[in-house]
């Protein structure tokens, strides 16, 4: 879809949900309807038109960057014109995106208006990717892939767990990314043992795993891979949990395809985990989606109840967590297809010796 048949779809769902208007707040849907990328901006969507409230820092690049959209300069903190531009009746707001104090805000403004909390509308529009979205993740993909294959051939090389994530995003951005898709993680021996570990100024240890947990951004797109690393000979419970983990994150790679249930998904991993007596030790769900945010729709987990539909893009990472030990987690990025799914993730998943 094209941004204009982007806003023929979401005029449809406002008619389907009998919204006069959607106020959009959230940057990234605001970014999918319109093409305005900024750090101020209200879109507000009717079934036949949209208008986008920015500031004057973005007069000219609003102009040039959004399709079949009006824009409207207002006030820093776009109140000042909304009452002009959103119709009487019944407005939709997104509800996970707009505080207590900015929906006062908004009644203020739009006495005449009905104001109803919805959810997801645009998110649901968004969960089934188009090939040019799919073309940005892939190249989001090889970017990553080229910098964590960098790491595997290179090493440690003495650096500490801060210095490593450092090098990696610095790599991307040299390699053409717009940056790291999130703060990356790099976490040796027992820290490795939190799924979201913050990077420390230590040294890299020997003789155990290292989780590597990072993704590059191309074109607002985001790309997720996790690699886990030996550094020397592992005791033997870090040694089981790979072997556990990898065979259960390939069982679930080898299950995913349009029309199975997301929950279903999560316990082909989840169930070989327990079989081998460490599902106390997988806390968080099998994966996400992935697109213009780092986590977004699906989200595959025990009690997920949606469908996988063919070109939704979604992780593949079970983990076991040793506290006091040590960590593994093994992450693939793939589109879902009709008769399986296209694995983006090239850096090989068997497990692998890198030097410190």
Known sequence: MSIPARQARIGEVLREEGLDALVVTDLVNIRYLSGFVGSNGVLVVTPASRVLLTDSRYTAAARTMV?????????????????????????????EHVTVARRDR?????????????????????????????????????????ALSRLVEEGFAGRTEAATAWALEGWMREMGAEGASFDIIVAGGAHGALPHAVPRAEAIPADTLVVVDMG????????????????????AALEEAYAVCLEAQRAALAACRAGVLT????????????????????????????GLDIHERPWLRQEGGEVLQTGMVVTIEPGIYLEGVGGVRIEDLAIVTDDGCEVLTRVPTDLTTTSI
């Open 216 to 235: 590059a951004r191309h074109a607002g797109y985001a790309s997720d891979c996790t690699r886990t690393l030996a550094t020397g000979t592992l005791p």
């Open 67 to 95: 399709e079949d959209t009006e824009v409207v300069i207002a006030g820093r903190d776009l109140m000042d014109r909304l009452a002009e531009v959103v119709p009487q009746g019944r407005v939709g707001i997104e509800a």
């Open 263 to 290: 929950k279903d998904l999560d316990s082909v991993a989840r169930g070989i985990i327990a079989d081998a007596g460490l599902g106390d030790h997988f806390g968080h769900g099998l994966g996400h989606g992935v």
């Open 106 to 146: 908004f009644a203020g403004r739009l006495s005449g208006a009905e104001l109803v909390p919805t959810a997801g509308l645009v998110e649901g529009l968004r969960v089934v990717k188009e090939e040019a979205e799919l073309e940005a993740i892939r190249a989001a993909t090889r970017i990553a892939d080229a």
